[in-house]
């Protein structure tokens, strides 16, 4: 069936807490001085005692600017690999299936559970006079299966309200149960499948 897919897709964002410690890290040693690295014991020593020499005194603080320069680059690397890891579970939960077509296979082999499928295929029968969009489309049938509903919608005038119609399908009490709804349409007819499993939960099970 040709025509334009509308489908709903979430995303769960996780934040990287390191990263916000790291720039943390780099603002407090950015902050520190050569001078401002001595130690007011260093200081006062230092004006008692002139066993240090300043050449002795400056390499030291050579050796741990280098050490800090040292630990930054590392923690740096640390971060990008965490956040080149985060990206590509990103762009893996990204689905890249068809998801209508995905869900018709799935309609068309599961078993039917006639408790649960009789009831949604009563709620569906009643939805258009709810919606009152029963004097333009008509619902040609209503049939569920195990976890998936398979609805067809037809608009004998041809002045379809489709995105009407699925505004109102989605905010339905018993659609709540539903985690994924797709559908196909063209002027004359739309078919919109409804699953109780989410697209990863889908992905998995064909």
Not at 136 to 149: D, F, R, Y
Request: some cysteine.
């Amino acid at each position: 069936m040709a025509g334009g897919l509308l489908t709903s897709v979430y995303y769960e964002l996780y934040g990287l807490k390191q990263s916000e410690s790291f720039h943390g890290n780099v603002a407090s040693i950015g902050g520190v001085t050569i001078n401002e690295a001595q130690s007011p014991e260093f200081s006062r020593d230092n004006e008692k005692s002139n066993e240090t020499s300043p050449v002795s005194t400056e390499l030291a603080e050579a050796d741990d600017l280098r050490l800090i320069n040292q630990q930054l680059q590392q923690e740096n690397k640390r971060i990008k690999a965490q956040l080149s890891t985060l990206t590509a579970k990103s762009m893996a939960n990204k689905p890249s299936h068809n998801v209508p077509k995905q869900l018709q296979s799935i309609f068309e082999h599961q078993r039917r559970d006639d408790n649960w499928a009789s009831e949604v295929e009563l709620f569906a029968e009643d939805f258009l006079y709810e919606a009152q969009l029963h004097d333009t489309i008509n619902l040609l049938s209503a049939e569920c299966k195990l976890h998936v509903c398979q609805l067809n919608f037809v608009a004998p005038q041809g002045e379809p309200k489709w995105q009407q119609l699925h505004t109102a399908l989605l905010r339905m009490p018993w659609m709540k149960q539903f985690k994924t709804v797709a559908a196909v349409q063209n002027t004359q007819a739309m078919q919109i499948h409804l699953s109780l499993k989410s697209s990863d939960e889908l992905s998995r099970e064909y």
